[in-house]
């Protein structure tokens, strides 16, 4: 669990500071920092599911 919060906490700041440094905003550099790894999160979830059909269809065929 620590890895997983100390990656979070890597993942906020890298989004804020790369906007700030885009913009200049405060503002916006935290509303980024905050959706876009929740939007991030989202998507690796579907992503996860992608893959774990394909792996299950090559493990399929390697059977066959």
């Known amino acids: 669990m620590t ?3 100390t990656f979070a906490i ?13 913009t200049g905003s405060v503002i916006l550099g935290g ?3 905050i959706v876009e790894p929740a939007i991030n999160t989202v ?4 992503h996860e599911k992608v893959w774990k059909k394909i ?4 493990d399929s065929l390697l059977v066959s």
């Open 55 to 58: 792996e299950q269809q090559q």
């Open 10 to 22: 890597l993942h906020f700041t890298v989004a804020f500071t790369v906007t700030y440094l885009l």
């Open 31 to 33: 509303a980024i920092a």
């Open 43 to 46: 998507v690796f979830y579907f």
């Open 3 to 5: 890895k997983t919060f």
